[in-house]
């Protein structure tokens, strides 16, 4: 699950991403709002949530929420601000924004406004997603499939294997290349590895053999991966 950050202040941006990530959100955080317009932008890059700060360089959070209903982007937004009268929420409301925390705040009341957000949201994840054969389960990061007999085969995935495996699952048949991989699922500051899409992939694909399913995505040479359904339809 992706999220995008806008928030100026240095000490609060680094906390807010430090607690995402440990609740398993990929999190791109901008500074001011020309860099988060930049990620909003980037081709292959989709956001389930975002949280703007209201006052922040070069375009505000609010003119930025603006802009996103303008353009009839349903993106779920939360607005961080030191404003807290009356007027002011009923502005952030009615610019779009789907909730509203004033500073300062706990994290735990972020993390529950992020889950009701996500509640409420048409981006709502299900708790199981199933393709093929495989189910992936959102509550306990693994994957399990049904054997000849009717027994259920678990295995534990690590965050970044369920979001890999998610990927694929979201994306059946389809070739996806490296780099669309590594757009979506890796934070957009991480220093770039070449190899670290390979590597994810091996690790996957290892933890899939073990419970029977033989290399159900396939590398298709020159182009990227596909999860393709006869493949694991035949096993």
């Keep these: ?17 430090r607690t995402l990530n440990q609740e398993k959100y990929i999190v791109d955080w901008a500074v001011d709002g020309m860099e988060a317009l930049g990620y909003l932008e980037t081709p292959d890059t989709h956001y389930t949530l975002a949280i703007f700060d ?11 929420l603006r802009q996103l209903r303008k353009q009839k982007n349903p993106l779920p937004v939360l607005m961080l601000t030191a404003k807290d009268g009356l007027q ?40 199981q997603l199933k393709v093929g054969n495989l189910t992936l389960d959102y509550g306990t990061y693994s994957v399990f499939r049904l054997d000849s007999n009717g027994k259920k085969q678990v295995v534990s995935l690590t965050n970044k294997e369920f979001q890999l495996l998610e990927y694929f699952m979201n994306h ?14 890796w934070d957009m500051g991480a220093e770039p590895i070449s ?41």
């Design 88 to 127: 002011d929420m009923v502005t952030g409301l009615d610019a779009g924004a789907d909730d509203y925390l004033v500073k300062p705040f706990r994290m735990a009341e972020l993390l529950a406004r992020l889950r009701a957000l996500q509640r409420r949201s048409p981006q709502l994840q299900p708790q």
């Design 172 to 185: 059946p048949n389809q070739i996806v290349t490296s780099d669309q991989i590594r757009n979506q699922l």
């Design 195 to 235: 190899n670290v899409v390979a590597a994810q992939m091996r690790l996957l694909r290892r933890k899939l053999e073990s419970m029977g399913c033989a290399i159900p995505i396939e590398t298709v040479h020159g182009l990227g991966y596909r999860l393709n359904l006869q493949n694991m339809a035949n096993r």
């Design 54 to 64: 209201w006052l922040v360089p070069e375009i505000s959070g609010l003119e930025l």
């Design 1 to 17: 699950m992706r999220v995008l950050l806008l928030e100026d202040e240095a000490d609060l941006g680094s906390a807010i991403k």
